[in-house]
């Protein structure tokens, strides 16, 4: 069910860039990067509450329900309100009607956040792992349908909301759980208090993660940030398609072991190898081929995204490792830390992608990886002080896979340039190039790191529906 998911969001991304111009693109993500700001404020982060409290009331579920719904509301009428503005920001009439629609998603969402963190609290994976996977294939189905009957910019935002919209509808299918008319601000006081450095930090993180589009949307114009945007998608993919899911996975697991350092710590080792094993020689290799890639997956129209995803792809492999580390400062209740981090990369970042704009979107790209990727390591040590474990044990555990990575890259570049000097092009080169790059990796790693391919079954298992919290811890190594 987890391959369903992840092949039907990237064949769909993939059908969505070769059907939409870059401006088409860029316009829908417009209104899509404000639209995700507020999504931020959907629960003020207190259905993480929900999964790390050791007990809860039914007062605790009810108010986080009425909250967000409440929340809900008030969002989106405030983003039919707000579009105007936002077209006049961008001096593009047509977002109005684009963020106007796609308001609707803020009150959808509002309504599926506590029944989607009571699912992950009780570890119902098969039932979040279906509901993902078919909200996707509805949303986007109905997306790519659109875009090829020449529905333009309005293809993605209305494959957004049909996502939204089955997502909710089966997470109330899924859960038997109803609010009741309780509202207690007793446990407003005490569930607020832990999200609120989680909801500080997530509107300072959207910063992180959005500021470089809304000023090369303001700036540069759509195309740019079309081209910029499906560059920069592509290096969230990891993130997207892996670390996330892990993470929902393994939270309320890391909930139940926060008294327990010595097994938290060691979980987090695996995961990290696990997540190198798979990261480390895709991001690379694909730093490696992206001329190939961009022209054979993408179409010549997207060019322009080609140095852009030949210098963010690399930094994809920090921000994985990275972000390992922020479910476990969660679960040890270390919100401030995070939130003390996250405005420290906030003031960083957003500057270096005003500064990137005078070289247009590579200058962003090169500026950003410049700035984040010294900030990722420091996060990365940050997690392992909290779980008082040295650096040096996080890159032995896979010391391996950086091996195996690096003579992978280098069959890749040989490989490249050798099918190059025989005059093939690139529909020929790309498929033997990620074969023999596959085949090298691989061998290296079942020589170097053999340990990966215990790791790949157990997560198999996990996503194919772990019920039980002895489904979900690993074993010993």
């Known amino acids: ?266 979980t987090w080792l695996r995961v990290a190898r696990l997540t190198a094993a798979i990261v480390c020689p895709t991001m690379i290799g694909l730093s490696i081929v992206s001329g190939d890639f961009v022209r054979v997956v993408l179409g010549e129209r997207w060019l322009a995204a080609l140095p852009v995803l030949r210098v963010l792809a690399p930094v994809a492999v920090f921000q994985s490792l990275a972000l390992l580390g922020d479910r476990v400062l969660t679960a040890l209740d270390r919100t401030r830390v995070i939130l003390r981090f996250t405005a420290v990369e906030c003031a960083l970042t957003v500057p270096a992608f005003a500064v990137g704009l005078h070289w247009g979107i590579l200058g962003v790209a090169v500026c950003y990886a410049i700035v984040t990727t010294p900030l990722q390591l420091v996060y990365i040590g940050i997690a392992a002080r909290a779980l008082s474990t040295p650096l040096l044990t996080l890159v032995r555990s896979f010391s391996g896979v950086l091996e195996a990575t690096a003579l992978m890259a280098a069959a890749c570049v040989v490989t490249k340039w050798a099918l190059g000097q025989a005059g093939f092009d690139a529909l020929q080169r790309l498929p033997v190039e990620i074969l023999v790059s596959a085949l090298v990796f691989a061998g290296a790693c079942a020589v170097r790191q053999p340990e990966v391919l215990a790791e790949l079954r157990h997560v198999r298992r996990l996503h194919a529906g772990a019920q039980s919290e002895a489904d979900v811890l690993p074993a010993s190594s």
């Open 1 to 266: 069910m987890t391959g369903v998911v992840q092949l039907s969001r990237v064949v769909f991304g993939i059908a969505l860039a070769r059907l939409l111009t870059p401006s088409q693109y860029g316009l829908a993500g417009m209104a899509l990067v404000f639209s995700s700001l507020v999504l931020t404020f959907s629960d003020l982060s207190m259905g993480r509450a929900l999964v790390q409290r050791r007990h809860l009331t039914e007062a605790d579920r009810s108010t986080v329900f009425w909250m967000s719904a409440g929340l809900g509301l008030v969002l989106l009428l405030g983003g039919i309100g707000l579009s105007g503005p936002l077209a006049s920001f961008y001096h593009q009439p047509h977002v109005r009607p684009l963020f106007a629609v796609v308001s609707v998603s803020f009150l959808l969402v509002a309504l599926q956040t506590t029944q989607a963190s009571l699912l992950q609290r009780e570890m119902r994976f098969r039932a979040i792992t279906m509901r993902v996977a078919a909200a996707n294939v509805v949303g986007g189905a109905v997306g790519v349908t659109l875009a090829a009957l020449g529905a333009g910019s309005w293809a993605m935002i209305v494959g957004q909301i049909c996502v939204s919209g089955t997502s909710t509808v089966l997470l109330w299918t899924f859960s038997s759980w109803r609010p009741r008319l309780i509202f207690s601000l007793r446990s407003l006081r005490e569930l607020g208090g832990f999200g609120l450095n989680l909801f500080g930090a997530q509107t300072l993180n959207y910063l992180n993660r959005n500021a470089d589009n809304i000023l090369v949307g303001r700036f540069l114009g759509s195309g740019a940030l079309g081209a910029y945007s499906v560059a920069y998608n592509i290096m969230l993919l990891p993130l997207s398609r892996l670390i996330w899911p892990i993470q929902d996975v393994l939270y309320p697991a890391y909930s139940r072991w926060q008294d327990d350092r010595e097994r938290l710590a060691r």
